[in-house]
T-cell receptor, first 113, second 112 residues
Framework: GENVEQHPSTLSVQEGDSAVIKCTYS??????FPWYKQELGKGPQLIID?????GEKKDQRIAVTLNKTAKHFSLHITETQPEDSAVYFC????????????FGRGTSLIVHP | GAGVSQSPRYKVAKRGQDVALRCDPI?????LFWYQQALGQGPEFLTY????????KSGLPSDRFFAERPEGSVSTLKIQRTQQEDSAVYLC??????????FGPGTRLTVL
């Protein structure tokens, strides 16, 4: 089955800095890669996703890059703000049908004001 | 409309008790997923429904875990004879005809 590794487990940055979270996956058949943000006491919320036919996708201050050959994908957050503090999860799955995503173990991002 | 809701939000059970956790998906969403999230970990897949059909239950950790979605809407996850290792947050997610899953707030189960 799929195995997703996520690093780092904790990331501490100053407000305004950039933050990068990296994930690797093992199953070359995976073609859908969502990123979730989970705040304390809440369920994960999708913030951005990317499919295997695209190498990069941006949405305001967040971007995701995908390297299919190396089987890794990354989340980039620019101009971080204290409200970006949360746990971020990457996931990998096969799009369509009864796809079941495999999640990474999460990165706790702390943005210091 | 409203998002995915789950009840109860918190449940404390004595070891050996049975519990039932409820999930109300987004109206019209055909797919429903249950996940177990241990402290400091990512969500782990338990089971998946498409409408009322349970298409995958490979993630259920033992036969003490049972899920149903009889009318293709509300789903219930039941855990019989709870054990301490069952303590976790149980997340429900639903999706329509796309890959995007919308998660509920979860039920935190503590087994004493």
């Amino acid at each position: 089955g799929e195995n997703v590794e996520q690093h780092p487990s904790t990331l501490s940055v100053q407000e305004g800095d950039s933050a990068v979270i990296k994930c690797t996956y093992s199953d070359s058949a995976s073609n859908y890669f969502p990123w979730y943000k989970q705040e304390l006491g809440k369920g994960p919320q999708l913030i951005i996703d990317i499919r295997s036919n695209v190498g990069e996708k941006k949405d305001q201050r967040i971007a995701v890059t995908l390297n299919k050959t190396a089987k890794h994908f990354s989340l980039h957050i620019t101009e971080t703000q204290p409200e970006d503090s949360a746990v971020y999860f990457c996931a990998a799955s096969i799009s369509g049908g009864s796809y079941i995503p495999t999640f990474g173990r999460g990165t706790s991002l702390i943005v210091h004001p | 409309g409203a998002g995915v809701s789950q009840s109860p939000r918190y449940k404390v059970a004595k070891r050996g008790q049975d519990v039932a956790l409820r999930c109300d998906p987004i109206s019209g969403h055909v797919s429903l997923f249950w996940y177990q999230q241990a402290l400091g970990q990512g969500p782990e897949f338990l089971t998946y429904f498409q409408n009322e059909a349970q298409l995958d239950k490979s993630g259920l950790p033992s036969d003490r875990f049972f899920a149903e979605r009889p009318e293709g809407s509300v789903s219930t996850l039941k855990i019989q004879r709870t054990q301490q290792e069952d303590s976790a947050v149980y997340l429900c997610a639903s999706s329509g005809y796309t890959d995007t899953q919308y998660f509920g707030p979860g039920t935190r189960l503590t087994v004493l």
